[in-house]
């Protein structure tokens, strides 16, 4: 009897800590849509624009948050919670905006901050920076690191078989598509990096395994803590090897980096191996 008892009571300590009751111990955080003032006297109405890119930033806010499980949003301080997030943007002159954020702890009814911010918005990629920014200082508020802001270069391939470039070249390209896409998947989804668009950057730069580290400083202009650049080499048609390599954007020093051995396997298991290398050598190793 006392060793069923003993039973019961670990099946139902398990079933608590799986229950919805246990996933609602997150702090729940409360967010209003930050207000926008135009007091810049321009002659152009620019209105939808930044409605436009308010409303983006503020998904994106949210979208930070919410990415971490030990944080949920909710609707307001009746509705739990133990946070409030409140701020205003204003725009003094074409290029100028400014953005005043607070956090306030609604238990102690005490600001934990309360920072006012310039940045330049007159372009998408300026309120993106801004938000990075912002999303890192209002995070530390709230006792949690901000995720990573990490580009994430599309990985590249070394082939070192004589084959023909150009026989495979459109099924290379398709399966590389497939390993970057994956691995950014698998680094989002891990809650401690923000994927950041990089666009055309890299491509004008040429090959980055062969740049000297170039793609750090491509990653900081872009606004990025850091960046990923990853090697595919294929060393025959059924054999390749795969390899990433991650900097600080700002120093360009190495912080980590991963390398599979030899695995045997045709060209359609790139994305697996890569994405398993990145959680075994990356995510899962922190």
Not at 91 to 108: E, M, Y
Not at 170 to 186: F, H, I, K, N, P
Not at 240 to 246: A, E
Request: hydrophobic share 45%; net charge neutral; glycine share 8%.
């Amino acid at each position: 009897m006392h060793r069923c008892r003993l039973v019961l009571s670990a099946c139902l300590l398990f079933v608590l800590s799986c229950s919805p009751v246990a996933a609602q111990a997150a702090i729940g955080v409360a967010m209003d849509d930050f207000s926008y003032t135009d007091t810049s006297a321009e002659p152009t109405n620019q209105t939808a624009a930044h409605e436009r890119r308010l409303a983006a930033f503020m998904a994106a806010l949210r979208r930070d948050i919410d990415a971490d499980q030990r944080y949920r949003l909710v609707p307001s301080a009746q509705d739990g919670a133990a946070f409030k997030v409140i701020g205003g943007i204003q725009k003094t002159s074409t290029l100028v905006q400014w953005a005043k954020v607070a956090v306030i702890d609604v238990g102690a009814k005490k600001l934990v901050m309360d920072k006012l911010y310039s940045f330049r918005g007159d372009n998408d990629e300026s309120w993106e920076r801004a938000e990075v920014f912002v999303s890192r200082e209002v995070m530390a508020a709230l006792g949690t690191p901000a995720p990573v802001a990490l580009a994430v270069f599309d990985f590249e391939l070394e082939d070192m078989t004589a084959a023909s470039a150009g026989a495979s070249a459109g099924s290379d390209a398709s399966y590389l598509a497939e390993v970057t896409g994956g691995v950014r998947e698998a680094l989002s989804q891990s809650g401690r990096y923000r994927i950041v668009d990089v666009g055309t950057e890299a491509a004008r730069a040429g090959a980055l395994r062969d740049c000297g580290g170039c793609e750090a400083s491509i990653a900081q202009k872009l606004g990025a803590d850091q960046s990923l650049m990853g090697v595919v080499r294929r060393v025959s048609r059924t054999e390749y090897t795969l390899g990433f390599q991650v900097r600080d954007a700002g120093t360009g020093a190495v912080l980590a980096r991963g390398d599979s051995g030899l695995r045997m396997g045709a060209d359609y298991s790139w994305k697996r191996g890569a994405v398993r290398l990145v959680r075994d050598r990356l995510i899962d190793s922190q």
